[in-house]
């Protein structure tokens, strides 16, 4: 069980009342004297997210007063459990079972601390799960949302492509899962020509992390991530500014994964495949260069007008692999395009797709779960800005307009017509401490997407 929750009541468990903002005056009214004149010496108004701590009179913690917005979103009790002493907390349970969900699911992600190379500031206050509510899913989501935080946050130093891979070993062996792993000179035996030519320039030779999960005849979900463990740039090196995050352009596979981990953890009865393409997009002797022109998994030729747009190279191997197994659904994540957050900003993932039923169903769930993600068009008028005199297509468009649009139309030319496929772009960092998401490596839609799933196909729902 996570640090953060326990799901026996103690001894000494302190209630968190929740107050709405507009109502703290009616609610006053009904308060003992004791707290009523507490709280004016306290100056509480419960305004949204600040809370006060009421003691007894011997000075122990009796009672903590929080204020909220609205009733039915109490996300903003991610800020507690960094915040209040340290100690077991209990939520009066008189809110609706999904908005309690949530408030538990943010409690979780609020208690997120990066640890590996920094002792935590302090251990997080103890939520005591109501016992209505789904601890099992509940956990599942916030551990695996922090496992992926976890691998963005990261240095590339210790998040080399072959750490990458370990990391999913490790991972399938919890889950009874397999791991086969194509890597260096391989790939291009294994014409996986783009993997090897983006990555052949780094010391951590590149790979191709393909792992199993589920049995055969179920339903077949494969997810693809952008494993680039750091982006120079290449050639076309990134100045200092662009540079500094690179270590999370691995995002896109951590978000596959951290999906993987939910099914598996949920055991849906579905067949899982993950691509992990993995590698160092670096400078040396042996770095590809613009102008290359590359002859792709499926045949295509690409000419690379910019080595910065790597991650669609690698993505395209992955994607034609997995679609020659025409899977129901294929569904890929990366940290791709920088003008995917100019167009949405950092909190919100570009979907694209061209099933309008998935689309549909997706921004349910992602407004069900406040999981932010908004359909971006595959616009088929731009994929002129991906012609190239002397190949099929090049890697980008010259032209400085609708860049995560015209990233996935680059991806969409790898993607066997005919099968079910999403694409997300997102920046994998959360660049303001908002509640529920630190300063920090971070995920979006994957838990719109996993309830998504689970809605689909777990026969318990
Ligand atoms: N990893 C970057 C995209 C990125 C940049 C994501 C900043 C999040 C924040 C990607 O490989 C890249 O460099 N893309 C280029 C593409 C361009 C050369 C067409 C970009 O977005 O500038
Ligand atoms: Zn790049
Ligand atoms: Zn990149």
Same mark, same amino acid.
């Given at each position: 069980?996570?640090?953060?929750?326990?799901?026996?009541?103690?001894?000494?468990?302190?209630?968190?009342?929740?107050?709405?903002?507009?109502?703290?005056?009616?609610?006053?009214?009904?308060?003992?004297?004791?707290?009523?004149?507490?709280?004016?010496?306290?100056?509480?108004?419960?305004?949204?997210?600040?809370?006060?701590?009421?003691?007894?009179?011997?000075?122990?913690?009796?009672?903590?007063?929080?204020?909220?917005?609205?009733?039915?979103?109490?996300?903003?009790?991610?800020?507690?459990?960094?915040?209040?002493?340290?100690?077991?907390?209990?939520?009066?349970?008189?809110?609706?079972?999904?908005?309690?969900?949530?408030?538990?699911?943010?409690?979780?992600?609020?208690?997120?601390?990066?640890?590996?190379?920094?002792?935590?500031?302090?251990?997080?206050?103890?939520?005591?799960?109501?016992?209505?509510?789904?601890?099992?899913?509940?956990?599942?989501?916030?551990?695996?949302?922090?496992?992926?935080?976890?691998?963005?946050?990261?240095?590339?130093?210790?998040?080399?492509?072959?750490?990458?891979?370990?990391?999913?070993?490790?991972?399938?062996?919890?889950?009874?899962?397999?791991?086969?792993?194509?890597?260096?000179?391989?790939?291009?035996?294994?014409?996986?020509?783009?993997?090897?030519?983006?990555?052949?320039?780094?010391?951590?030779?590149?790979?191709?992390?393909?792992?199993?999960?589920?049995?055969?005849?179920?339903?077949?979900?494969?997810?693809?991530?952008?494993?680039?463990?750091?982006?120079?740039?290449?050639?076309?090196?990134?100045?200092?500014?662009?540079?500094?995050?690179?270590?999370?352009?691995?995002?896109?596979?951590?978000?596959?994964?951290?999906?993987?981990?939910?099914?598996?953890?949920?055991?849906?009865?579905?067949?899982?495949?993950?691509?992990?393409?993995?590698?160092?997009? /670096?400078?040396?002797?042996?770095?590809? *260069? +613009? $102008?290359?022109? =590359?002859?792709?998994?499926?045949?295509?030729?690409?000419? &690379? %007008?910019?080595?910065?747009?790597?991650?669609?190279?690698?993505?395209?191997?992955?994607?034609?692999?997995?679609?020659?197994?025409?899977?129901?659904?294929?569904?890929?994540?990366?940290?791709?395009?920088?003008?995917?957050?100019?167009?949405?900003?950092?909190?919100?993932?570009?979907?694209?797709?061209?099933?309008?039923?998935?689309?549909?169903?997706?921004?349910?769930?992602?407004?069900?779960?406040?999981?932010?993600?908004?359909?971006?068009?595959?616009?088929?008028?731009?994929?002129?800005?991906?012609?190239?005199?002397?190949?099929?297509?090049?890697?980008?468009?010259?032209?400085?307009?609708?860049?995560?649009?015209?990233?996935?139309?680059?991806?969409?030319?790898?993607?066997?017509?005919?099968?079910?496929?999403?694409?997300?772009?997102? /920046?994998?960092?959360?660049?303001?401490? *908002? +509640? $529920?998401?630190? =300063?920090?490596?971070?995920?979006?839609?994957?838990?719109? &997407? %996993?309830?998504?799933?689970?809605?689909?196909?777990?026969?318990?729902?």
């Amino acid at each position: 069980m996570l640090s953060c929750f326990a799901t026996e009541t103690r001894e000494k468990v302190c209630p968190i009342t929740i107050i709405v903002e507009g109502k703290f005056d009616d609610w006053l009214h009904g308060q003992p004297q004791y707290t009523q004149t507490f709280l004016k010496e306290m100056d509480f108004h419960a305004t949204a997210e600040t809370f006060c701590i009421l003691t007894n009179a011997e000075g122990v913690r009796e009672q903590v007063f929080f204020g909220v917005k609205v009733e039915y979103d109490l996300r903003s009790l991610a800020r507690l459990p960094l915040a209040l002493p340290p100690g077991y907390y209990r939520l009066n349970e008189d809110f609706k079972p999904l908005v309690i969900q949530h408030a538990l699911i943010y409690w979780g992600m609020g208690a997120y601390q990066f640890t590996r190379y920094k002792k935590a500031n302090r251990l997080p206050s103890v939520l005591i799960l109501p016992r209505t509510s789904d601890a099992a899913l509940i956990e599942n989501i916030v551990e695996s949302v922090c496992f992926a935080r976890d691998f963005i946050n990261t240095p590339a130093e210790d998040m080399t492509p072959m750490d990458l891979a370990e990391a999913m070993v490790e991972l399938a062996s919890e889950y009874h899962a397999s791991v086969n792993q194509i890597a260096d000179e391989e790939l291009l035996e294994e014409n996986f020509p783009a993997i090897f030519t983006v990555g052949r320039a780094s010391e951590s030779i590149p790979r191709l992390i393909d792992f199993y999960w589920g049995e055969e005849h179920l339903p077949k979900i494969t997810l693809v991530g952008k494993g680039v463990c750091f982006d120079t740039g290449g050639l076309d090196l990134k100045q200092a500014a662009g540079m500094i995050l690179m270590k999370k352009d691995m995002g896109g596979s951590a978000h596959a994964i951290a999906l993987a981990r939910m099914i598996m953890q949920e055991n849906l009865p579905v067949c899982l495949r993950v691509l992990i393409p993995a590698v160092e997009n /670096s400078v040396s002797g042996d770095a590809y *260069r +613009p $102008g290359d022109v =590359i002859t792709m998994r499926n045949g295509k030729t690409v000419e &690379i %007008f910019n080595t910065d747009a790597e991650g669609r190279l690698v993505l395209a191997d992955a994607l034609t692999e997995a679609s020659s197994e025409s899977p129901e659904l294929l569904i890929d994540f990366g940290t791709l395009t920088g003008a995917a957050r100019v167009a949405l900003g950092p909190e919100i993932a570009n979907m694209f797709t061209d099933d309008d039923e998935l689309a549909k169903s997706l921004m349910q769930f992602s407004n069900a779960e406040y999981d932010h993600l908004w359909r971006m068009p595959l616009f088929a008028s731009y994929r002129k800005y991906l012609d190239s005199l002397v190949a099929d297509l090049r890697n980008c468009s010259d032209q400085p307009f609708a860049g995560s649009v015209t990233a996935a139309l680059f991806l969409k030319e790898f993607v066997k017509p005919g099968v079910t496929w999403a694409h997300f772009d997102m /920046s994998g960092w959360s660049f303001d401490n *908002r +509640p $529920g998401h630190p =300063i920090g490596g971070d995920v979006l839609a994957i838990r719109a &997407i %996993f309830m998504y799933l689970r809605d689909r196909y777990s026969s318990r729902h």
